[in-house]
Every structure is written in C-alpha cells, then in structure tokens.
C-alpha cells in the first residue's frame, strides 16, 4: 500500500491510537511505558488507561510524569495510573526500578520500551556510550529483570504478555559495517548524534528478535516485537539538525503524537497481533526493516555483548 493507504490491518499512516484500539477493554492488564512523561509514550499511557489498563509511567522526569498521570486521571477518573522513576543510562536506576517494581506485587501484561534520546556524545555513568546506554542497554537490562515477572502473569491469567521495542526507521541509517560497533562502541565520530541514534535503534529490533526467538524456544506466551512510530516532532530531536526541517519541510511526512502512539498501542492491544512475534511493524502492519536488523548471528553476538555489559 502507499503510504498514506489503507494498511491490511485496517488502518493508515494517520490512523491515532484511539482509533486503533477503539472498542478494545484492557481492563485487568497492566502495562509498563518508559519514557512516558511525554510525547508519544505519554499518548500511548493516556489510551492505555482509557481502554482500562493498568499503566506505569517509568520516566526520570518524576514531575512531569506527575504531570502526566494528573492530566488522564483528569480526564479519566477511573483511569488507574502510577509514575515512578527511572533513568535508563543507568544501570543503578534500572534495577532499583525493577526491585521496586516487584516488590509492589504488581502483575505485567505489557512492557513498551519507549524512551529513547538523540544527542552529542556523552558517556553514562557506566563509561558506556549514552544513546546506546539509554536507548538499547537500559531497555534490555530492564526487559531481563522484569521477565520473569511477566511470565509469571503470561502462566496465571493465561493471557498473552506483549513486550514492544519502539525503533526506528532510522536504523536504515546504520552506517557501520559490523552493524554494532562491538570493538569501538564509545568511539565518537563527526555525525555521531545521527549515527549513534542508528545504531541504537538498529539494536532495538535486534533485541525484539532475539528475545522472541528465545521465548518461543522457552514456549513461553510472551510475544516480542518493534516497531516504527512514524517520525514525529518530539523533544528527542530538540538536539539534532533535523529540528527545523521537521517542523517545516517535513510536515507532510511526520505524525502528531496521537498517531505516532498508535502502533505501539496497536501491538500492545489488539487482537490482530495475537501470536505475532520477532516482527517488525509500521504504521499498524508488519513492515520489512534492513537486512542487518534480521541477521541471526548479529542478534545473539548483541545478546551477548548486552549480557556482558549488564553484569552486576
């Protein structure tokens, strides 16, 4: 289809996530959002507590992310929303957010891996490169020490976990030619915020790949997928030259925040999606992504790699 027709799901490039999840009852599932104190991750919170589930906003932005939970139950009184914090560049915060998290006796039905940053190069507090500290290593350390969480929920409700890893067109992108930079991952170059973003972007569907691979060796029923949100004009570009090109130029091929949000609330909630797993989605349908983010050997040398630098 073209891009603005009609996908085999039923829906478009301008279809929201009111829209794609319209008629769907999330009640009784809980559901994880990092990066959600904004943007697309603040929609995606916003309509999965309109359809009824539970939603954490997992920010390190704690007033914003108040803000956030203010502003649905507002509009929602019924909706049931909690915000805690958490800094994905660091391992540190991640596992507090976790032991914290399990520690509530809360259930997991659904984990959106949302937040993600664009910037200069900076290290994290781990000596890691941050865009891929923040972006891909935070996500899969979380991802790891909340997974059995979920399989526990999967096992007692009989109900399919969905566990999304939002990525990015961009990974296309990816310049390097080992497609990860294993051996110089901290190594700054002249188009780093571009190339870095790829990168990390690049390991997010490696991620979803791997992992769903091994779940459905492990026959667990837990679905793991990425997806492109569209490009829309939020503050992860507020330090990167693409600002003002996609705030004119580009309008007639960015998404508002309520139709970035729908696809990862597409594969979170709907039936459709059911089974579905290590696919790569795009405007509520399964895409193709590069031969890069589908190679086997380079999924599980990153699982590896992460593994590696996520020992505690």
């Known amino acids: 289809m073209g891009l ?3 996908a085999s799901s039923g829906f478009s490039f301008s279809s929201t996530a009111e829209e794609v999840t319209n008629g769907i009852h999330a009640t009784g599932l809980s559901a994880i959002i990092t990066g959600a104190a904004s943007g697309m991750g603040a ?10 589930a539970h939603v954490v906003i997992a920010d390190r932005n704690m007033p914003a992310g108040r803000a956030v939970k203010e502003a649905i139950v507002k509009e929602n009184h019924n909706a049931k929303v909690d915000v805690m914090e958490l800094d994905l560049s660091s391992m540190r915060s991640v596992r507090k957010f976790a032991d914290e998290f399990k520690s509530s006796g809360l259930s997991l039905n659904i984990l959106i891996n949302n937040a993600g940053i664009a910037t200069h190069f900076k290290l994290s507090e781990d000596n890691i490169e941050l865009v891929f500290a923040t972006n891909h290593l935070g996500h899969f350390l979380l991802t790891n020490l909340l997974l059995e969480t979920m399989k526990s929920t999967a096992r007692k409700s009989n ?7 939002v990525a990015s067109a961009l990974h296309w992108l990816s310049s390097y030619n080992e497609g990860i930079r294993f051996d110089n991952l901290n190594d700054e170059t002249w188009l780093h915020i571009l190339w870095s973003y790829a990168q990390s972007k690049l390991a997010n569907i490696l991620h979803a790949n791997e992992l769903a691979r091994r779940l459905k060796e492990d026959e667990v029923q837990i679905t793991a997928n990425s997806v492109h949100p569209g490009t829309v004009v939020t503050p992860i570009y507020q330090h ?3 600002t003002g090109f996609l705030s004119t130029l580009g309008r007639l091929f960015t998404k508002n925040v309520q139709q970035g949000a729908s696809t990862a609330c597409y594969v979170a909630l709907h039936p459709n999606v059911k089974g579905l797993s290590g696919q790569y989605f795009m405007d509520n349908k399964i895409s193709s992504s ?3 983010a589908q190679d086997i050997v380079l999924a599980k040398k990153l699982w590896d790699f992460s593994m590696e630098l996520t020992q505690s």
């Open 240 to 242: 990167t030259f693409l």
């Open 159 to 165: 109900i399919e976990g969905r566990i999304i890893n």
């Open 290 to 292: 590069h031969s890069k």
């Open 4 to 6: 603005f027709g009609k």
């Open 43 to 52: 929609e995606a919170a916003r309509v999965l507590a309109l359809r009824g």
